[in-house]
């Protein structure tokens, strides 16, 4: 083979890759728009953990980031009507045990029932029937160790994310059956309605799960049938969002600071005043 026809093989290989991947880049491009909160053909209701109408059951997925995260979720949900907001989904990291066990002293205190055997909690157990009421515990590898460098931190996002999705698929995304009894409940049925939400406050860990979610709503999941991403800035921050908190600005669904100095700096931001 001489230059020439080495030039022409080439310059052949560059212009038909670019045939298929730009094509493929815009639809991916167009997917992806279309599942973050700004452009989701669904209406996304303005949120409170509180305000979930009666008769109204909510899936609730909780990711427990370990330390002084885990306490602020645990004060944040310790409110929330475990009659209302169940099943509850516990997404902890794979060697935090210190978070598995301060939810087993909550949950335990109201009375309720883990649906996750100790030799089940690491294996991700496999789906448990959505109207049953308790909570679960789930693995998840975490995304950044502390002090880890940034140039290996793709590497660990991956494989959490890798777990992430399937995870999400199982535990948060509802049922055609579960929409249909919400459609059913507006038209007058004695139905009741159930929601899916994601709370989440940090650290790393959570983008692969918010990843998941954008991930399955790209997959063509419908909105209905996703849940819905809220994160919580913590009570620390005043005047700058957290790294966690800068990923998933304009992933989430309703994004909730403590603090009205942050909502006048980033426009998306729901200042709902001191919850933890």
Same mark, same amino acid.
């Given at each position: 083979?001489?230059?020439?026809?080495?030039?022409?093989?080439?310059?052949?290989?560059?212009?038909?890759?670019?045939?298929? #991947?730009? =094509?493929?880049?815009?639809? %991916?491009?167009?997917?992806?728009? &279309?599942?973050?909160?700004?452009? !989701? /053909?669904?209406? *996304?209701?303005?949120?409170?953990?509180?305000?979930?109408?009666?008769?109204?059951?909510?899936?609730?997925?909780?990711?427990?980031?370990?330390?002084?995260?885990?306490?602020?979720?645990?004060?944040?949900?310790?409110?929330?009507?475990?009659?209302?907001?169940?099943?509850?989904?516990?997404?902890?990291?794979?060697?935090?045990?210190?978070?598995?066990?301060?939810?087993?002293?909550?949950?335990?205190?109201?009375?309720?029932?883990?649906?996750?055997?100790?030799?089940?909690?690491? #294996?991700? =157990?496999?789906?448990?029937? %959505?109207?049953?009421?308790?909570? &679960?515990?789930?693995?998840?590898? !975490? /995304?950044?160790? *502390?002090?880890?460098?940034?140039?290996?931190?793709?590497?660990?996002?991956?494989?959490?994310?890798?777990?992430?999705?399937?995870?999400?698929?199982?535990?948060?995304?509802?049922?055609?059956?579960?929409?249909?009894?919400?459609?059913?409940?507006?038209?007058?049925?004695?139905?009741?309605?159930?929601?899916?939400?994601?709370?989440?406050?940090?650290?790393?860990?959570?983008?692969?799960?918010?990843?998941?979610?954008?991930?399955?709503?790209?997959?063509?999941?419908?909105?209905?049938?996703? =849940?819905?991403?809220?994160?919580?800035?913590?009570?620390?921050?005043?005047?700058?969002?957290?790294?966690?908190?800068?990923?998933?600005?304009?992933?989430?669904?309703?994004?909730?600071?403590?603090?009205?100095?942050?909502?006048?700096?980033?426009?998306?931001?729901?200042?709902?005043?001191?919850?933890?």
């Amino acid at each position: 083979m001489n230059t020439h026809d080495a030039y022409n093989l080439v310059l052949a290989a560059i212009v038909t890759s670019t045939l298929i #991947a730009l =094509p493929l880049a815009i639809i %991916i491009a167009i997917r992806l728009r &279309t599942a973050l909160p700004q452009h !989701r /053909s669904s209406q *996304v209701h303005p949120t409170s953990l509180s305000s979930v109408e009666p008769g109204t059951k909510c899936t609730t997925t909780i990711f427990l980031g370990s330390g002084g995260h885990t306490a602020e979720m645990l004060q944040l949900i310790s409110g929330l009507d475990p009659q209302k907001y169940f099943p509850r989904h516990y997404v902890v990291g794979w060697d935090d045990e210190a978070s598995v066990e301060k939810v087993h002293r909550l949950e335990t205190s109201r009375g309720q029932t883990c649906l996750t055997s100790p030799t089940d909690q690491k #294996a991700n =157990p496999r789906s448990r029937a %959505i109207g049953q009421e308790g909570y &679960t515990i789930n693995r998840i590898p !975490r /995304s950044r160790h *502390v002090g880890q460098s940034f140039l290996t931190t793709p590497f660990t996002l991956l494989k959490s994310l890798s777990v992430a999705m399937p995870l999400i698929k199982r535990l948060t995304c509802l049922s055609q059956k579960d929409v249909s009894q919400g459609s059913a409940r507006v038209t007058g049925s004695t139905m009741r309605e159930r929601k899916s939400v994601l709370l989440m406050n940090g650290p790393g860990t959570c983008f692969a799960l918010a990843l998941a979610v954008i991930g399955t709503r790209m997959a063509g999941v419908p909105d209905a049938q996703t =849940p819905e991403l809220v994160f919580v800035e913590s009570f620390a921050r005043v005047g700058t969002l957290s790294l966690a908190g800068k990923l998933l600005y304009p992933l989430c669904d309703h994004f909730l600071v403590q603090w009205p100095g942050l909502q006048k700096r980033y426009p998306r931001a729901e200042y709902i005043g001191v919850l933890v």
